[in-house]
């Protein structure tokens, strides 16, 4: 059976194409303020020269136009569309992606501002210095980045190792750097923006880099207990050395800071005010925590060796004592959980950490083995030998 198929005249298939195009080139430029987007370009929509055009009223002579070569009535369509909505809406996803409700332009541009520092996204393009690229075709792939990522080659705002961090007067604070890149943007630069990096920026990225079951955030804050020191880590850039430079390079400097401060008031003994009291107090407390993180860094580090291919929640989840968002500490040790029980013998990190178990399971798993390039390892089972058919009249 055939389903119908008018024959469209000429002029209705131009009008058809033309809105169409509208309808398109306007989602595009909707889509090219929201930073998950394949087109995303920049945050600031009064930038954007989004046309006037009434979309209802577009969306309304499609239908028009589709229903006069069917030989119906356009309302069938709209119960037909509402009917299509309320199905939509009962299809049992997570509703997990709460956060579009809960995104404000401030939100999108501090969001931004980190991706900038970060080297994830192109603040010429917002500035004007650089110049958008080329509307694609409405069949053309889409691209391997946004046109609002910053191009490979491309020199970042700020140069850095994978890493930034809560750390006031450090060259690679991060709250800093995004109040400098707000400033470059010509946006407005709130007052606590470090105090919003401390409390919300996480779960606002976790909610926007998530998609029903798929959780992917690419920024990731490793803290000490209490929080009062945080380690920016950026997924993109994570290797088997991001531990050892976080370190190195972070951790053991600030020890050496604190413990020179620490070293100053404890020898002021009994002459310390109480304001110094108070501060010795904090910094001895504070010393402690920075010990704690960096022997867990230690811990970690030796067999930290992430495989980008495993994806963000399994690369992520040997961390998990280091992050503080409970939520999504709780999905990281409980995913642990399950890399230790086998679960994901498939992950690159199965592998690394138990190596043995993971090579005798690719001996009767070939698809396992394929995954890991272990092929040599797979053996075939032997044929069971096939059972002789009994002819009529045996017994």
Known sequence: ????????????????????DL???????????????????????ERLQISDQNLITAERQI?????DSYGTDVSEFRELDELLSAAGSDSGEDDEDSSEEERSPVQDALSYAAGVAFGRFDWRLATGERAAPPEPEPFDPLPAKSPGMLSDGAAPFHAHPGILVDDPGHPHDLARLV????GRVEAPVPEDVRRWL???????HLQRYSKSRRKAPIYWPLSTTSASYTLWVYYPSLSSQTLYTAINDFVEPKLKQVGADVTALRNKGSSRTRDEERQFEALQAFELELIELRDTLLKLAPTYKPNHDDGVQISAAPLWPLFRHKPWQKVLKDTW??????????????????PERVREKCKTD??????????????????????????KGDS
């Open 1 to 20: 059976m055939k389903l119908p198929y008018p024959d469209f005249s000429d002029g209705k298939k131009r009008s058809l194409a033309e809105l169409a």
């Open 23 to 45: 309808l398109l080139k306007r989602t595009r430029l909707e889509l090219s303020t929201d930073e998950t987007s394949s087109f995303f370009a920049q945050p600031f929509k």
């Open 63 to 67: 239908d028009e136009l589709v229903a």
């Open 179 to 182: 109040e400098e890149v707000l």
């Open 198 to 204: 401390q409390r919300d920026f996480f779960l606002f």
């Open 337 to 354: 959980a399950k890399l230790e029980k086998g679960d994901y013998d498939w992950a690159h990190l199965a592998m690394n950490y138990w």
């Open 366 to 391: 070939k698809s396992l083995a394929i995954a890991h390039g272990l092929e040599n390892l797979y053996v075939e089972p032997e044929a069971k030998p096939k059972k002789a058919r009994k002819k």
